[in-house]
């Protein structure tokens, strides 16, 4: 199921035992498109520590509630990692993050990132818990390890927040800036970026795929894609107002237009 990333910012997170703050952001991999992150405020219970927590310990979403159900524990929350968030996330703090979790890194190695459970993921990682991972692999691994803990902070880490408001630049100019993120709820990627064209034509808002983004540029502000603006302007326009009142969007009828429009070649698991 798809979800507008602005509207289940602020659910409450309630973890096995109790419920332990609010989402304030999610963050996300703009090469892999796929949120690494869930930034959750802790309030008066931490209070006021923000968290990590990675986006595979999601269990459920609730929207009649208002609220996030996670795989862990209140006490495995509060003995996890302290982070400063309000600073750019470096590889090294995810990788004691991932570590004290027990999820594997999703860097490197050509496997991505699939949740650290072994499942055959869209990169083809098959290892895991479950599933030997050969030699060279695990060598290749253990490098990027190695190297990642010698890495800066991690420029391909982005935060939903921020990056809406985002300008668009099309391949011709501006078109717009960014409303929203639809993201998957099946393996919590981002399926697709939502522009608001109305500085461009008026009261239009329309859907582009992260794969037509070439680029985050963050001291200009602005989301470089490779599409020309005439293009995305005749594209299927989205209706956003038709599901103001729920958190998810965009039925299958609406996806079948869009990637037939596009030329998009859906592959189904």
Same mark, same amino acid.
């Given at each position: 199921?798809?979800?507008?990333?602005?509207?289940?910012? &602020?659910?409450?997170?309630?973890?096995?035992?109790?419920?332990?703050?609010?989402?304030?952001?999610?963050?996300?991999?703009?090469? *892999?498109?796929?949120?690494?992150?869930?930034?959750?405020?802790?309030?008066?219970?931490?209070?006021?520590?923000?968290?990590?927590?990675?986006?595979?310990?999601?269990?459920?979403?609730?929207?009649?509630?208002?609220?996030?159900?996670?795989?862990?524990?209140?006490?495995?929350?509060?003995?996890?990692?302290?982070?400063?968030?309000?600073?750019?996330?470096?590889?090294?703090?995810?990788? *004691?993050? /991932?570590?004290? =979790?027990?999820? !594997?890194?999703?860097?490197?190695?050509?496997?991505?990132?699939?949740?650290?459970?072994?499942?055959?993921?869209? =990169?083809?990682?098959?290892? %895991?818990?479950?599933?030997?991972?050969?030699?060279?692999?695990?060598?290749?691994?253990?490098?990027?390890? @190695?190297?990642?803990?010698?890495?800066?902070?991690?420029?391909?880490?982005?935060?939903?927040? !921020? @990056?809406?408001?985002?300008?668009?630049?099309?391949?011709?100019?501006?078109?717009?800036?960014?409303?929203?993120?639809?993201?998957?709820?099946?393996?919590?990627?981002?399926? =697709?970026?939502?522009?608001? *064209?109305?500085?461009?034509?008026?009261?239009?808002?329309?859907?582009?795929?992260? $794969?037509? @983004?070439?680029?985050?540029?963050? %001291?200009?502000?602005?989301? $470089?894609?490779? *599409?020309?603006?005439?293009?995305?302007?005749?594209?299927?326009? =989205?209706?956003?107002?038709?599901?103001?009142?729920?958190?998810?969007?965009?039925?299958?009828?609406?996806?079948?237009?869009?990637?037939?429009? /596009? &030329?998009?070649?859906?592959?189904?698991?």
């Amino acid at each position: 199921m798809l979800w507008k990333a602005a509207a289940i910012n &602020g659910y409450a997170v309630a973890a096995s035992d109790g419920k332990i703050g609010t989402i304030v952001d999610f963050l996300i991999d703009d090469t *892999t498109w796929l949120v690494r992150w869930l930034v959750v405020d802790t309030g008066n219970w931490l209070s006021g520590r923000k968290v990590l927590l990675p986006s595979s310990a999601m269990a459920q979403i609730d929207e009649a509630n208002e609220e996030c159900f996670i795989k862990l524990t209140m006490q495995q929350i509060k003995d996890s990692p302290d982070i400063d968030t309000d600073r750019p996330v470096s590889r090294q703090m995810e990788i *004691t993050s /991932y570590g004290y =979790y027990g999820y !594997s890194p999703y860097w490197g190695g050509g496997y991505g990132y699939w949740g650290g459970y072994g499942y055959p993921g869209i =990169y083809g990682y098959t290892g %895991g818990i479950g599933g030997a991972m050969p030699f060279a692999t695990r060598s290749e691994h253990h490098k990027d390890l @190695v190297d990642a803990q010698c890495d800066p902070d991690d420029v391909h880490l982005r935060s939903v927040v !921020s @990056v809406t408001g985002y300008y668009i630049h099309a391949s011709d100019g501006e078109i717009g800036h960014v409303e929203d993120f639809l993201i998957e709820d099946a393996d919590w990627s981002v399926r =697709y970026l939502v522009i608001d *064209t109305k500085n461009w034509w008026f009261g239009k808002s329309v859907l582009i795929s992260p $794969n037509s @983004v070439k680029d985050i540029d963050w %001291g200009s502000r602005l989301v $470089n894609v490779d *599409t020309d603006r005439q293009k995305i302007k005749d594209g299927p326009e =989205y209706e956003s107002s038709t599901t103001v009142d729920h958190a998810y969007s965009v039925d299958r009828a609406y996806e079948e237009k869009f990637e037939s429009y /596009y &030329g998009i070649e859906r592959v189904d698991a």
